[in-house]
């Protein structure tokens, strides 16, 4: 039979416009967060990461918050561009470096939309 | 330098049936995962391993067996694959570097049991 599959949150903004896309991760203990994109067909891409020590970390046209009060981590993209349009994950994982073996859990995902 | 590739690309198998997906990374990675992709959910870590010779179960193992005989290569098999084996399937590998952990996934094998 027909599976009935999850929706995933959606963001449309225009070409030029900045967005935001939210992430509520599960594990109080995690302390490393990164943020994943994936174009349609392909494996996941590396964006930007950070450390549970921190509260924001800016790339090149892209800022990650991380509030660990709340478990919340969102990503901000500057003038975002018609390329940006993908799914984007955030990932949590438990002492990067060490006895994890870069283990991480993905979250369900964000569909970004930009309109030109 | 053409890092994570995995081979096949598309698959169908009937129920009952066995098959071996082929990941090879050439960034003498010591870790390498798989990693399982449905519909509207993120990814799912199947089994990992850490160096070679050496796997460990994730998440989602059931089902599934892999090996990793060389460094470079990760392999994961299914003896007896079922409906619910219908998915996107990653292999990626990863460094520490820098202070960052950094996963390069390939570009993933779809794979339908009918």
């Known amino acids: 039979g027909e599976s009935v599959g999850l929706h995933l949150p959606t963001l449309s903004v225009q070409e030029g416009d900045n967005s935001i896309i939210n992430c509520a991760y599960s594990n109080s203990a995690s302390d490393y967060f990164i943020w994943y994109k994936q174009e349609s067909g392909k494996g996941p891409q590396f964006i930007i990461d950070?450390?549970?020590?921190?509260d924001k970390r800016q790339g090149q046209r892209v800022t990650v918050l991380l509030n660990k009060t709340v478990k919340h981590l969102s990503l901000q993209i500057a003038a975002t561009q018609p390329g940006d349009s993908a799914v984007y994950f955030c990932a949590e994982g438990l002492n990067a470096g060490g006895t994890s073996y870069g283990k991480l859990t993905f979250g369900q995902g964000t569909i970004l939309t930009v309109h030109p | 330098n053409a890092g994570v590739t995995q081979t096949p690309k598309f698959r169908v198998l009937k129920t009952g049936q066995s098959m071996t997906l082929l990941c090879a990374q050439d960034m003498n990675h010591e870790y390498m995962y798989w990693y399982r992709q449905d519909p509207g959910m993120g990814l799912r870590l199947i089994h990992y391993s850490v160096g070679e010779g050496t796997t460990a179960k994730g998440e989602v193992p059931d089902g599934y067996n892999v090996s990793r005989l060389k460094k470079q290569n990760f392999l994961l098999g299914l003896e007896s694959a079922a409906p619910s084996q219908t998915s996107v399937y990653f292999c990626a590998s990863s460094t520490f570097f820098s202070n960052t952990l950094k996963l390069f996934f390939g570009s993933g094998t779809q794979l339908s049991v009918l």
């Open positions: 950070i450390r549970s020590n921190m």
